[in-house]
């Protein structure tokens, strides 16, 4: 799960324009909880809504803050 993680972190180079923590630790480190989802339940939808979830979360929390 940490390996897929922090590859995981490293396909939104562009969105953190190299930033190495935030693409390894913030981003990468972030995916671990879906990754688990995803092999308690068997199923990848599991990860996919708990991403598409957090993601929405976020931007909520942004568009609400600024």
Do not use: E
Request: glycine share 10%; net charge negative; hydrophobic share 55%.
């Amino acid at each position: 799960m940490v390996m897929s993680s922090l590859a995981f972190g490293t396909m939104h180079y562009n969105a953190y324009d190299w930033n190495l923590y935030q693409m390894l630790i913030t981003v990468g480190l972030t995916r671990i909880p879906f990754d688990w989802a995803w092999y308690k339940t068997n199923s990848l939808w599991t990860g996919v809504a708990g991403h598409i979830i957090f993601d929405l979360l976020a931007f909520l929390v942004g568009a609400m803050a600024g």
